[in-house]
């Protein structure tokens, strides 16, 4: 299972509290882990990333393990411990303005 903690907004839209576990097929990147939230909660479709195009929201940002994976290629592996359970992917909804 791979964990997921949600921004607040982001959770309360899903319904949810704390974070969100998913199951993922396959090799675990970002576009897995993603496709399977949005199939456990069909609700955040279009909030993380562009439904026409996939692409990450401006205001969205994904980490793990301390790293931020916004500009990564949506295919390229997650670290280990994200895909064995030990550390949770975030997707943190960015600041803007001033």
């Given at each position: 299972?791979?964990?997921?903690v ?31 939230v ?6 955040l479709?279009g ?5 026409a ?8 940002r994904?980490?793990?393990?301390e ?5 990564e ?8 411990r994200?895909?064995?359970?030990d ?6 909804g ?5």
């Open positions: 299972m791979i964990r997921v949600l921004p607040p907004h982001l959770r309360t839209l899903a319904q949810v509290s704390g974070e969100v576990r998913v199951e993922v097929d396959g090799p675990v990147t970002q576009r897995q882990v993603l496709d399977a949005e199939r456990s909660f069909p609700v479709v909030t993380m990333r562009d439904r195009t996939g692409k990450r929201r401006a205001l969205v994904f980490f793990a393990c790293e931020d994976l916004s500009n290629p949506p295919d390229a592996p997650l670290p280990d994200v895909a064995s359970g550390e949770p992917y975030l997707v943190v960015a600041m803007a303005g001033g």
